[in-house]
């Protein structure tokens, strides 16, 4: 039977990948918010993990000979003082030092005692734990797309799962994958994504999907081992070089599908295994191209989009405010005569929002939440940074801070986690949020950046709608600069209307969408009548402006 914390696997899985095993581990001991913090500045802890609400710092050293010695117990000492954790350990997948132990008692004079955790403890863990940690029960809809799925895969060996952001895909996926290797225990399993960020939180998601035997790992730049027996969770990247010398997993799972297309390497792996069971999953699959991901995983098995999660009340509800005072109604008169294009109307129809605009309607909606926390998506990573330090100033958010592309890894893990905690009250972020990421405490979202992409919008948006005890609701204010964006949030709102007669769960209250210009509300959906498809078009789409334009003057 495997056992992923034997010597022979720990062995292969190499210093990078340690730490993982041990998360693993820490899950099925009941720990919480478990998280790798190794690398730079780590300040000598790898892991963080709270159990009975107490924090616990864990250092692993990997050992491919050799003992463990006292700096070892140093770092961790230096780590429990950094993160202020309550118990400190050191794990390796050998044995310590004499001067290791000593130095433990040394230390326990004046502070609690330090854990030694050894090869031999490790596997004394795993025949203690029980098989699966949590309970999957899938919610009545994951449970209707899980059957879609398995009948489409069964019938053409393709399937493609579109899910709103919240609504659980990976769970799906998951489950999928789980069900597989219950029918057949000693097949291969790729799940593959774009990114090796991406990547890791997707093996982390299917640990509780899994039974314990069955074992998982990345393969990557970083980490490219020679067993690829269980789930390997790859990037692309990485995955085309092991299809090209024969690796044949029997399931294909897809993460965030929007991104296959035509002639690139998704669509080389895809081919190379063809023979292999192949399924998508995506909550926005739209692409900025014309290609169709249909043609890889045919029609959608099973959709449930942002509206229908929120009026069933499986997303949070959303007060939405779009701000657009600014607009500039002698160009509005102007091309109703000239026909101007998109490009020529987002460049004239708005004057630009001041960040102290942004900061004061922020503080209003702070006022009226409770327990708030927020996130501001900005243009870049100057404007996130300018903009944190000016949302510093005020006391309520003294801990604002930037989350973007431009930081160590180590720092973004380490701004996200305390973002999770409580500890930072708001992240200003440039795209790093968009995909893959789970805030389900954020219930303010506000838009303080262009973006001419329904795919990211609709990504972005989908960071508040998770559901958690307590949040129910979301607020998000939208300070628009792009005519596409106006059109998406009335199609949301027309989307909504719509399913009226569909029955609310009576705990939850129905969404609000409101300009706080109405003129500019009854322009638009006089505009969306005459071009439906305005959020996905072009900066040359010309639209046919109302003739009842005189009426808003």
Same mark, same amino acid.
Request: aromatic share 8%; with cysteine.
């Given at each position: ?24 581990? $820490? ?24 159990? %009975? ?11 491919? /000979? ?35 132990? #000593? ?7 004046? @502070? ?11 596997? /004394? ?56 290797? %219950? ?31 069955? &074992? ?104 939405? %405010? ?29 004057? &630009? ?19 708030? #926390?927020?996130?501001?998506?900005? /243009? ?17 958010? !003294? ?29 200003? @972020?440039?795209?790093? $949020? ?13 838009? +303080? ?16 709608? #998770? ?32 399913? +009226? ?29 005459? !071009?439906? @498809? ?20």
């Amino acid at each position: 039977m495997y056992n992923f914390l034997d010597p022979g696997p720990l062995l292969d899985a190499g210093p990078l990948q340690f730490p993982r095993r041990i998360e693993r581990l $820490l899950w099925h001991l009941g720990f919480t918010d478990v998280a790798v913090i190794d690398g730079s500045g780590d300040e000598g802890g790898d892991v963080l993990a709270r159990q %009975r609400g107490k924090l616990w710092v864990f250092q692993c050293k990997w050992k491919r /000979r050799g003992v463990v010695g006292a700096d070892a117990v140093n770092e961790v000492n230096n780590a429990r003082d950094h993160y202020r954790a309550d118990q400190a350990v050191v794990v390796t997948n050998s044995r310590f030092s004499a001067d290791a132990r #000593r130095r433990v008692d040394v230390l326990a004079r004046i @502070s609690p005692t330090i854990h030694l955790w050894e090869g031999g403890h490790l596997a /004394r863990c795993f025949k203690g734990i029980d098989a699966r940690f949590g309970q999957v029960t899938p919610r009545p809809y994951q449970a209707e797309a899980l059957w879609a799925l398995g009948k489409d895969l069964d019938s053409s060996g393709r399937a493609l799962l579109i899910l709103a952001t919240g609504l659980g895909k990976t769970v799906v996926g998951g489950e999928v994958i789980a069900t597989h290797l %219950r029918r057949h225990p000693k097949d291969q399993v790729l799940v593959v994504a774009h990114a090796k960020d991406l990547v890791q939180q997707l093996e982390r998601a299917l640990w509780r999907h899994l039974p314990k035997e069955v &074992p998982t790992r990345l393969l990557t730049g970083d980490t490219r081992p020679d067993d690829l027996s269980g789930v390997t969770c790859a990037t692309v990247g990485s995955a085309l070089p092991a299809a090209r010398f024969g690796y044949r997993p029997a399931l294909v799972m897809v993460d965030e599908a929007h991104h296959v297309g035509a002639d690139g390497q998704y669509d080389e792996l895809l081919d190379v295994l063809g023979e292999s069971r192949q399924f998508g999953v995506t909550a926005t699959p739209w692409r900025g191209d014309a290609h169709d991901i249909t043609h890889h995983f045919g029609p959608a098995s099973f959709t449930l989009g942002i509206e229908d999660g929120m009026r069933k009340g499986y997303l949070a509800q959303v007060d939405y %405010r779009l701000f657009v005072d600014n607009i500039d109604w002698d160009v509005v008169k102007a091309a109703s005569q000239h026909e101007y294009g998109l490009a020529e109307l987002n460049a004239r129809l708005f004057l &630009p929002q001041r960040d102290e605009s942004i900061r004061d309607e922020l503080a209003t909606a702070w006022a009226a939440t409770a327990n708030p #926390r927020a996130i501001v998506f900005c /243009r870049t990573i100057e404007h996130a940074e300018r903009l944190a330090e000016l949302l510093r100033r005020n006391p309520l958010w !003294a801990g604002a801070l930037a989350l973007h592309a431009g930081l160590s890894k180590r720092e973004r893990q380490s701004r996200l986690l305390a973002f999770r905690s409580g500890d930072v009250p708001i992240l200003t @972020s440039v795209d790093i $949020l968009n995909e893959g990421v789970d805030v389900p405490d954020v219930n303010i979202l506000c838009f +303080a950046r262009v973006t001419h992409s329904r795919r990211i919008f609709v990504q972005q948006l989908g960071r508040g709608l #998770r559901l958690r005890e307590g949040k129910e609701r979301v607020t998000v204010l939208d300070f628009v600069s792009d005519l596409r964006r106006i059109a998406a949030a009335l199609n949301i709102k027309r989307n909504l209307e719509a399913g +009226a007669d569909v029955e609310i769960l009576d705990r939850v209250a129905p969404s609000r969408i409101e300009f706080n210009d109405q003129r500019v509300a009854t322009l638009m959906q006089e505009w969306i009548k005459d !071009a439906a @498809s305005l959020e996905t078009q072009y900066d040359e789409h010309r639209l046919q402006f109302p003739s009842a334009l005189a009426a808003l003057e």
